[in-house]
T-cell receptor
Framework: GNSVTQMEGPVTLSEEAFLTINCTYT??????LFWYVQYPGEGLQLLLK?????DKGSNKGFEATYRKETTSFHLEKGSVQVSDSAVYFC???????????FGQGTTLQVKP | DAGVIQSPRHEVTEMGQEVTLRCKPI?????LFWYRQTMMRGLELLIY????????DSGMPEDRFSAKMPNASFSTLKIQPSEPRDSAVYFC??????????????FGNGTRLTVT
């Protein structure tokens, strides 16, 4: 069945460091891929998405490219800020069922 | 534009008691999802509705859990009787019509349930 695997956290970085959070997926067909972010005490918010192979989603300095050949959707940011500290979830859209399948989440902590 | 509204934000109850969690989706959205989040299991889909009809409840852990959506603007998740292992954050999310799973979910801020 469809599944999403994220790198385990927590990830601890200094401010202005480069961020990569790995995400790989297993799916039939051509699912849409998403990154969601969860700040403390809040629900998940959509960060970015890509709906087909080679699409690049971007938002707030974060980027992720839909790589069909490697079944990956890694999240990157060139220079993280303390305010980026949160839990990041990779998700896969299951077209036939209308539901999202989430990875286990990766906690990012950015230190000043 | 009000987002998904969940109540209560926090619920503390004793084992054996009935618990009801409430959700108001975004107006016009036709999909509603209930998720549970724990440290051990991450984010689990419990059940989802389309146009107020339950589509997939395979994630509901056991018969103690039930969910209803009597109309397009309200849903409940009930646990009866509650147990300590039900302690978690429960999220409701909704999605608008048209794009299926290509469109994003909008999450509420969750209900933190503690069963003692």
């Amino acid at each position: 069945g469809n599944s999403v695997t994220q790198m385990e956290g927590p990830v601890t970085l200094s401010e202005e460091a480069f961020l990569t959070i790995n995400c790989t997926y297993t799916a039939t067909g051509y699912p849409s891929l998403f990154w969601y972010v969860q700040y403390p005490g809040e629900g998940l918010q959509l960060l970015l998405k890509a709906t087909k192979a080679d699409d690049k989603g971007s938002n707030k300095g974060f980027e992720a490219t839909y790589r069909k050949e490697t079944t990956s959707f890694h999240l990157e940011k060139g220079s993280v800020q303390v305010s980026d500290s949160a839990v990041y979830f990779c998700a896969l859209g299951s077209g036939n069922t209308g539901k999202l399948i989430f990875g286990q989440g990766t906690t990012l902590q950015v230190k000043p | 534009d009000a987002g998904v509204i969940q109540s209560p934000r926090h619920e503390v109850t004793e084992m054996g008691q009935e618990v009801t969690l409430r959700c108001k989706p975004i107006s016009g959205h036709d999909y509603l999802f209930w998720y549970r989040q724990t440290m051990m299991r991450g984010l689990e889909l419990l059940i989802y509705f389309n146009n107020n009809v339950p589509i997939d409840d395979s994630g509901m852990p056991e018969d103690r859990f039930s969910a209803k959506m009597p109309n397009a603007s309200f849903s409940t998740l009930k646990i009866q009787p509650s147990e300590p292992r039900d302690s978690a954050v429960y999220f409701c999310a909704s999605r608008g019509p048209g794009q299926g799973s290509n469109s994003p979910l909008h999450f509420g801020n969750g209900t933190r349930l503690t069963v003692t």
